[in-house]
């Protein structure tokens, strides 16, 4: 059930707020006449419609769909690679990008002029669709072929928090630019950011464009029409993702195969204080996920109240430390994938020397502040 967290019942909701996709008459122009590919998925909606079907409404010559992790229509599982196809709706072609063609190949770019990118982010550095930018980005640069973001607001844009990758050592698909874990910009500004820094390969520049979101700011509290991913069911899911996304580099289950993934967290050999879940196959969502038929205890954050994010604007580290001290270094408690997930390997090593959580946060200022001077460059809204 896609549902409304207590925290944006407090707090006012911009209901006004107007996504780049939906202000057609920014840039149906400059897609008039010229062979248009669109990067998208589910959440690529003008209102009630799939853009796709908004733009050949409008007569716009669409010649191909790529799709991001989760497939087109956003069916697909975390990490399930899949094929190119053809969409069964339209007709059109469909081009994967992740799995082994993670960037659009100059054979894919030979019949396009405009590439149009709308896939709702969730501000989080570990979100694989910040990488899908990325990589059409380097191929629209390389083929000098322009890129235009409907840009959407960022559910999370309200802080910045967590360790900066260091991507000399721990860049991946999870995570290829110097920035932290919850960076507070929408994908439209990073995409500028990405542009301005020069963050992909090659000498040429992308020619970017944006169309904005109207009557957003970087405090605006949002409430997504459509859930961004088969585990991001609800808006408590989207704001606990930060913190508890860390646990899939570890032994710890966040509940994926559970009818709530990503508002709890458990494993067998935490204490039974009266919750629990067992992590079953969900084809779509979670065909095999960590812990599968074992009964494993833990909390329920179902119940949480998220005015905490918005007051504190910080992530939090206490579930993880928590879990750490209880089922210790003997458990095997960290995966490699930690690394990946946190960007730095000082942040296992902080836990493991029990470090408390405000001391771990002390750590990233120096590092958040370059960051902040950084992104300055490339914000479009207050």
């Known amino acids: 059930m896609w549902s409304l967290l207590g925290c944006a019942q407090e707090c006012s909701v911009t ?20 062979r248009v590919a669109v990067v998208a998925n589910q959440t690529s909606k003008v209102e009630d419609a799939h853009l796709v079907d908004t733009l050949l409404a409008h007569a716009i010559d669409v010649v191909k769909i790529f799709s991001p992790e989760h497939g087109f229509r956003g069916t697909k599982d975390a990490g399930e690679t899949f094929a190119d196809g053809m969409d069964s709706k339209t007709g059109l072609p469909l081009i994967s990008l992740y799995g082994t063609n993670k960037k659009p190949k100059p054979a894919d770019l030979e019949d396009v002029e405009v590439v149009v990118f709308d896939i709702q982010d969730v501000g989080v550095r570990f979100y694989t669709y910040l990488s899908t930018l990325h990589y059409v980005m380097e191929a629209c640069a390389e083929q000098q072929i322009p890129l235009i973001i409907l840009d959407r607001p960022n559910p999370n844009g309200f802080y910045i928090d967590g360790p900066v990758l260091d991507t000399s050592r721990y860049a991946s698909f999870i995570g290829l630019h110097p920035v932290p874990v919850v960076y507070g910009m929408t994908i439209g500004e990073y995409g500028r950011m990405i542009n301005g820094e020069h963050w992909y ?15 957003y700011t970087h405090d605006s509290l949002y409430l997504l029409p459509v859930a961004p991913s088969p585990n991001l069911q609800t808006m408590e899911a989207i704001y606990l993702y930060p913190s508890l996304a860390l646990f899939e580099g570890t032994i710890v289950s ?40 074992e009964q494993c205890f833990g909390k329920d954050l179902t119940k949480l109240d998220m005015t905490i994010f918005l007051k504190t604007r910080k992530l939090s580290l206490t579930w993880l430390i928590e879990s750490y001290k209880i089922l210790g270094p003997e458990y095997g408690f960290f995966k490699n994938f930690f690394y990946q997930l946190s960007g730095t390997d000082e942040l296992r090593r902080q836990i493991e020397q029990g470090m408390s959580e405000k001391a771990i946060r002390h750590s990233w200022q120096d590092d958040l502040e370059d960051f902040k001077k950084i992104r300055r460059k490339y914000l479009l809204y207050e």
């Open 254 to 293: 966040v509940g994926r195969g559970t009818d709530n993934p990503f508002t709890c967290y458990g494993h067998p050999d935490l204490p039974n204080k009266g919750f629990s879940f067992t992590p079953r196959s969900i084809p779509g969502a979670s065909k095999y996920p960590k812990l599968k038929g």
């Open 15 to 34: 209901e006004n707020i107007l996504p780049g996709a939906g202000r057609t008459h920014l840039y149906l122009s400059k897609l008039k006449g010229k």
């Open 201 to 215: 390969k090659g000498a040429d520049t992308c020619q970017l464009s944006v169309i904005t979101v109207k009557y």
